[in-house]
């Protein structure tokens, strides 16, 4: 019975004792805590107000489409700004991505790249660089990539290697095949050049 009562009495006063107990410790929480500094406690993003009002732009857009022979054609960019003021669209970091019905693939690299409505057509400089599935690497100055058909053509001299070898040419098409109706070539006009690696 005595037993009984202590237990009784313990449980009593633990009732009164860890109430305030967890009231002493959630004050000196509070009293001890370090004051927050409120100007330091939001940062401010650095951004140019202003000029975002004068020359808006987009981050990392994404155009996806087909063309009218059945290609999927990707452009993708860091930045993108619309049309303003006679204008065009413009882009920078510019990524190409053109998958053909016949299976190949080609990608395109640029640092800039301006968009025509009238010609359908987006012109890429800054470093073009092109990558095709079927092992060749070229490298312009500035290429033409049509947005409603399936169709790459530089507009300055190309070097390139590939199976073959390494060429240099005045110029660059990849286009479908007119006497084909169905095949896509990539084919290099003007003074080419050819250094040929045997069993490329």
């Known amino acids: 019975m005595a037993r009984a009562d202590t237990h009784t009495r313990v449980v009593g006063w633990l009732k009164v004792v860890l109430p305030l107990a967890a009231l002493a410790i959630l004050s000196t929480l509070f009293l001890v805590a370090r ?3 409120p100007e330091a406690a939001l940062p401010y993003a650095e951004v140019d107000v202003q000029g975002l009002a ?4 987009m981050t990392a857009p994404t155009y996806a489409g087909t063309t009218e022979d059945g290609s999927a054609l990707t452009l993708s960019a860091a ?15 510019l990524r190409l991505a053109l998958d053909t019905p016949d299976g190949a693939r080609t990608e395109v690299l640029a640092g800039r790249a301006v968009m025509s409505d009238a010609t359908r057509e987006v012109i890429l400089s800054g470093g073009v660089t092109v990558s095709t599935s079927s092992g060749y690497r070229l490298e312009t ?5 049509k947005l409603d058909r399936t169709g790459l053509e ?3 001299p190309v070097t390139a290697t590939g199976p073959v070898g390494d060429i240099r040419a005045d110029r660059m098409v990849l286009s479908q095949d007119a006497r084909t109706q169905g095949a896509y070539v990539l084919v290099f006009n003007g003074a080419v050049r050819l250094v040929y690696q045997p069993g490329g």
Not at 54 to 57: I, Q, S
Request: overall charge neutral.
């Open 35 to 37: 004051r927050i500094d």
């Open 79 to 93: 930045e993108a700004r619309p049309a303003a003021e006679g204008a065009p669209v413009a882009a920078a970091g």
């Open 141 to 145: 100055a500035e290429l033409a990539a």
């Open 154 to 156: 530089s507009r300055s």
């Open 54 to 57: 004068r020359e808006p732009r």
